[in-house]
């Protein structure tokens, strides 16, 4: 069974377009995070959610936007896309509240803006 | 803010050689040390961690790491790498953030390459 699922694993699509990610993790957890990791394997926070309240949100651009329908799901809108954000976005969740868990992350989802 | 530093960008080993990837974390509090590993094409996955108690820690497929609380460090190390360890290595702190939010910060990396 698949802890932390992304769809899709890859996504091109055109400057200005706007694209979802959605992940999901059956692993019960309270907190997902998404991640940005850009050309050189930067792995940088974009936002973090617990119990559906965000907790944590970089100085992200607000075309980026989260959205959690219920705890198991953190999905990632992006509006107005630019050649910027191409990158691997990465989805992660872990026990909300406690420092000593780690994260587990989905595979991952290569997006391309042309 | 926490911030996570590892110095090594790129290291090139031969197979049998011994390794040890440096991370060094700012945080002066309580901290939660990892170290993921991320194959090619792949997502990361978890090596060790450190919460509490013994400073060594011992990992999957051989990898250890030792938490220095003075150096502020938790530099990864292996004895004999092999061809199938190449792969990119992340230094991570879980340490809090905004209010009591903890949040995992990574450090930028390091690109093991082992030569057969």
């Known amino acids: 069974d698949t802890a932390v699922s992304q769809t899709p694993k890859y996504l091109v699509t055109q400057m200005g377009n706007d694209k979802s990610i959605k992940c999901e993790q059956n692993l019960g957890h309270d907190t997902m995070y998404w991640y940005k990791q850009d050309s050189k394997k930067f792995l940088k926070i974009m936002f973090s959610y617990n119990n559906k309240e965000l907790i944590i949100n970089e100085t992200v651009p607000n075309r980026f936007s989260p959205k959690s329908p219920d705890k198991a799901h953190l999905n990632l809108h992006i509006n107005s896309l630019e050649l910027g954000d191409s990158a691997v976005y990465f989805c992660a969740s872990r026990i909300g509240g406690a420092a000593n868990t780690e994260a587990f992350f989905g595979q991952g989802t290569r997006l391309t803006v042309v | 803010a926490q911030s996570v530093s590892q110095h090594n960008h790129h290291v090139i080993l031969s197979e049998a050689a011994s390794l040890e990837l440096g991370c060094n974390y700012s945080y002066g509090g309580t901290v939660n040390l990892f170290w993921y590993v991320q194959y090619p094409g792949q997502h990361l996955q978890l090596l060790l961690k450190?919460?509490?108690?013994?400073?060594l820690v011992k990992g999957i497929k051989g990898f250890e790491a030792e938490f220095i609380k003075s150096k502020f460090s938790f530099n990864l190390r292996k004895p004999s790498v092999q061809w199938s360890d190449t792969a990119e290595y992340f230094c991570?702190?879980?340490?809090?953030?905004?209010?009591?939010?903890?949040?995992?910060?990574f450090g930028s990396g390091t690109q093991l390459t082992v030569l057969p």
């Open positions: 991570a702190v879980n340490a809090p953030s905004s209010g009591s939010a903890r949040q995992l910060t």
């Open positions: 450190y919460f509490s108690g013994d400073p």
